[in-house]
């Protein structure tokens, strides 16, 4: 496992296995980057910490993917969308427990995590949506 | 007046677009280079073309990459320096904009640039898996997130913000389907009505079946040089007069905005400003329309119309081939196909002939000035380039 501190894609994923949102502020201008990277894009610090972020936010757009990868076909049709986080930054995910023709945009939604999946490229334990 | 040429386009020469049973993508590159060689008899390609850049998205079609190498030995051009542009959908759109940088360099006198992609020897599911690596893996693909699941989410988001329809977004399938039956290289050669569009089986919606691109196998080029060494080859050159390449993040998450492409808007600022035109002095188009949603966002990028006023465009008729702005005049993606790594050029291409009169039967009456709009991914790239008739 590498180490917990680097703000690396794959601890974000190990957080998320603990049921942890989690994202990298930057100490020296604030920006909250998700994904973590090793360099704030804004202002090119490497000050940054972890920080946890509220599990929930508004659904921005949607979609409902009827033709997917091998990977996923076998659960289409399944719904996805953009939420913007209410900490701020956006995230893409499914949106699940809900039926796709009663999904709005502007929707309040939460975010859970299905944690039965290794923490291991490429393998990584899913965030997802649900209303709230 | 219009800014000074940066190069010229003194041939160019495409592929027959569609499924190409039994040909590898390098024996369509060569095609390709044929007629460009043909077309242009002045021009000695094995004395003359001194390099190669070709666009190419993804190796997995065919177990193949160096595509650069590759494309130049069957092409017959050996020993030039080749080399490869990826840039996802806009592999060939970048592929053009080295050239110009190449040419202008002055390293080169004359170069060709082109691209290729050979696609339909695979299913609809490993292609769908192939293009959404065009896409960010962990938080895109990694979440079920197609390539045409991308561009409904702007779709959506489009509808949400600005009210266009369904009904618009089938008619930019309609006219460009239109236009494919005046292409003879067109993959597609069938009119469609806007009852077939919107009744097309749901790949994600809101976008269906004809709301989407076609898998395609093609290759396309042109050749580049110096406009004072134009007229050594040919009397009917063509000039590039801008040339414009911006990039955005990979992930659409990340924008600020998910119903504008901010890297088209900004590559479009630049290819205007070097060729002193503006939107207005466009008298034809190739935009990509990998998706109908994606040419209706184009139209509001390339500021030929205000955002959100795109679907308005298209009902109206401007872009139709008859129209004001006349747009995608070959078929589009939508109809003469989108074999990935060639479409960037192949978007010149069709910009060249209708600036030499050589579009036939979809020629554009007195067609001057022409723009291309080439791009990858989710708008993580993009290439415009300006054309002025030489």
């Known amino acids: 496992m590498p180490e917990s501190h680097l703000f690396t894609i794959e601890n974000f994923y190990h957080f998320a296995k603990e049921r942890k949102l989690m994202a990298a502020q930057c100490d020296n201008c604030g920006t909250l980057l998700v994904p973590p990277r090793p360099v704030c894009t804004n202002c090119l610090s490497k000050n940054l910490e972890w920080i946890k972020l509220k599990p929930k936010g508004k659904l921005l757009t949607y979609t409902v993917i009827h033709v997917a990868s091998p990977r996923f076909q076998s659960l289409a049709p399944y719904a996805v969308g953009i939420v913007k986080l209410e900490d701020g930054p956006n995230l893409p995910g499914m949106i699940k427990g809900i039926e796709p023709e009663n999904i709005k945009v502007g929707m309040d939604v939460l975010v859970d995590f299905d944690t039965n999946i290794p923490a291991e490229w490429p393998m990584w334990p899913r965030y997802f949506f649900r209303p709230s | ?390």
């Open chain 2, 1 to 390: 007046m219009t800014g000074k040429p940066l190069v010229s386009i003194v041939s160019a020469g495409l592929s027959k677009f569609g499924k190409m049973q039994g040909l590898y993508g390098r024996e369509l590159f060569a095609q390709a280079a044929k007629e460009a060689f043909d077309r242009c008899p002045n021009l000695d390609p094995k004395k003359t073309v001194k390099a190669l850049f070709v666009g190419h998205m993804g190796e997995s079609y065919e177990h193949q990459g160096h595509t650069g190498a590759a494309s130049a030995n069957w092409a017959g051009l050996l020993p030039v320096p080749a080399m490869r542009t990826e840039a996802a959908c806009a592999s060939s759109g970048v592929a053009l904009r080295c050239g110009v940088l190449a040419v202008l360099s002055g390293l080169y006198d004359v170069v060709m640039v082109g691209g290729v992609e050979k696609m339909t020897h695979r299913s609809t599911a490993e292609v769908t898996e192939f293009l959404a690596m065009a896409s960010d893996f962990p938080f895109e693909q990694w979440h079920g997130i197609t390539f045409p699941g991308l561009y409904a989410l702007m779709a959506t988001a489009h509808m949400h913000k600005y009210g266009t329809t369904e009904e618009q977004m089938a008619m930019v399938a309609v006219k460009n389907h239109g236009n494919g039956v005046l292409n003879p290289k067109a993959h597609m050669q069938k009119e469609i009505t806007l009852e077939q569009a919107l009744s097309s089986r749901v790949i994600a919606w809101p976008l269906k079946l004809f709301d989407c691109s076609l898998i395609t196998d093609g290759a396309s080029c042109l050749i580049l040089t110096k406009p004072e060494l134009a007229n050594k080859f040919t009397d009917t050159p063509v000039h590039i007069i801008g040339s414009g390449h911006a990039c955005d993040t990979i992930g659409l998450y990340e924008r600020k905005e998910l119903t504008t492409l901010n890297a088209g808007k900004l590559a479009g600022q630049e290819a205007y400003k070097m060729a002193k035109t503006t939107p207005n002095d466009i008298d034809v188009a190739e935009v990509h329309d990998c998706f109908t949603i994606a040419e209706i966002i184009a139209y509001e990028d390339l500021n030929f119309c205000k955002p959100g006023d795109g679907g308005k465009l298209v009902e109206e008729g401007i872009t139709h081939i008859k129209g004001e702005i006349p747009v995608n005049t070959s078929g589009g993606l939508k109809s003469k196909g989108h074999p990935v790594g060639a479409t960037g050029t192949a978007q010149a291409y069709e910009i060249y002939l209708q600036l030499t009169d050589q579009a036939e039967k979809r020629q554009v009456e007195d067609a001057e000035i022409g723009l291309s709009h080439n791009v990858g991914g989710s708008g993580a790239t993009a290439t415009v380039h300006i054309y002025k008739r030489g």
